[in-house]
């Protein structure tokens, strides 16, 4: 090959093996670095976000500082509908690899109001979604704080643990230093089982022997500010979801600080004092079986006479009339306890006030006014005490007390298409 030819030749190849491609490169690393560019992208990310979660996005800057790694920063999420501001994370570390997928939440800021969205966004869109959990998840959150108009909890050292399994797939959580005194732990696992023909879960929590402020689920669940700010619980939770509905099973849970003010303020009979509600055994299936054993112990307790009566001829208390209808306003602060008993529709009540006498269940004026006769009541009686029922009490009915079992159904509704033809013709469908 003449020498001209092989230096026209080279040139070729120099140009297009060397500089054009390394031309693109450095072309696509300057677009890439406009704003215009990274504008478009987060925008991407952003509906794509939305779309999986239902949620709103709002995320101030989306950098990728390797192949599979992204750093996003001040991310927030909001309802859809309402628009109010469901949580913030500072900062968000995402890996992608083959065989794994790691998220860091730093500083992320959770509303008492969106932990409905939160459990909708991990039963509903990831672990019920076979697609989102083909590879295993680690997720750490550095300082969580969840917040309420009434109270907050912060919570270090987070982490949970996404693992699909042959039979369904496994979520394994903690939060807490266990060597930190004082410090507010829990743990939590759950598991989506998709070897039945219909799918269930099964969720366990538990505060590992800590006490939580019930404020700071307040939003979530309207009874718990009803508690008061200094309530607290501690115990283990289980539920698991069937056919008809979810089971709910709690395990030797206690409930400190009660504040009776608050909890009987909407109420017709009101009751000043201090309680704490201790469970031994609870079983509730909403609307369909309620298994309840434990005790109630209140201190400083005031409460009125039409109460008194109320319980009197409601719950067969035997009361002292001279002290009841002496203190008519209201009695002077005592105490009260009780354990009870409820199996489905009937309750017993026992009087624990007094070890030396049998069935004292409330002590006031220096001796007792209250006793249990140890009979068995419909449950509905508890409602009728505090008549006309508020809507609170109301609610409470329709979730704790059984209702009429539901008609049996043969087998489930069912549908099928037989047959499927392509439309042609007809009048068109112009939109304007």
Request: overall charge neutral.
């Amino acid at each position: 090959m003449h020498e001209r030819t092989q230096r026209a030749v080279a040139r070729l190849l120099f140009v297009f093996c060397c500089a054009v491609p390394t031309s693109l490169v450095v072309m696509t690393v300057l677009v890439t670095w406009t704003s215009w560019y990274q504008s478009r992208q987060l925008a991407k990310l952003t509906y794509q976000l939305g779309r999986e979660t239902g949620l709103v996005f709002q995320i101030d800057s989306c950098q990728q500082i390797a192949p599979g790694k992204y750093v996003l920063k001040n991310v927030r999420m909001s309802d859809p509908e309402t628009g109010r501001n469901i949580a913030k994370i500072r900062l968000i570390d995402y890996l992608h690899d083959e065989d794994r997928v790691g998220i860091w939440l730093h500083q992320p800021e959770l509303q008492s109001a969106g932990l409905g969205r939160a459990w909708s966004l991990i039963h509903d869109r990831l672990i019920s979604a076979p697609a989102h959990t083909v590879l295993p998840i680690q997720i750490i959150a550095s300082n969580l704080n969840i917040h309420s108009r009434t109270g907050s909890l912060p919570l270090k050292d987070v982490s949970a643990t996404v693992t699909p399994e042959s039979t369904g797939v496994r979520v394994i959580a903690s939060a807490g230093d266990t060597s930190t005194p004082g410090e507010p732990l829990l743990r939590a696992s759950l598991f989506r089982d998709r070897s039945n023909p219909l799918p269930s879960t099964e969720v366990v929590f538990s505060t590992d022997g800590t006490a939580l402020p019930c404020s700071a689920i307040a939003e979530y669940i309207p009874a718990a500010e009803m508690l008061g700010p200094e309530a607290h619980f501690s115990g283990s939770i289980t539920a698991r979801q069937q056919a008809d509905g979810w089971v709910y099973e709690l395990g030797n849970p206690t409930i400190t600080g009660i504040e009776l003010s608050r909890l009987t303020q909407d109420l017709p009979h009101r009751v000043i004092g201090d309680a704490e509600l201790h469970l031994r055994r609870c079983l509730i299936q909403p609307g369909r079986r309620v298994s309840m054993i434990g005790s109630l112990r209140a201190t400083e307790i005031r409460l009125g006479y039409p109460l008194l009566a109320s319980m009197r001829d409601r719950l067969g208390l035997i009361i002292d009339e001279q002290a009841a209808i002496g203190s008519s306003n209201a009695t002077p602060r005592g105490i009260a306890a009780i354990d009870f008993e409820i199996n489905d529709a009937s309750i017993q009540l026992t009087g624990v006030c007094d070890a030396a006498q049998p069935g004292v269940a409330i002590y006031a004026h220096s001796r007792p006014i209250a006793w249990t006769d140890g009979g068995r009541s419909d449950t509905q009686q508890i409602t009728a005490i505090l008549d006309p029922p508020s809507s609170a009490v109301s609610s409470w009915h329709q979730i704790f007390l059984p209702a009429a079992a539901a008609p049996a159904i043969a087998s489930r509704p069912a549908g099928e298409i037989r047959s499927l033809r392509r439309a042609s013709g007809g009048p068109a469908i112009r939109q304007h």
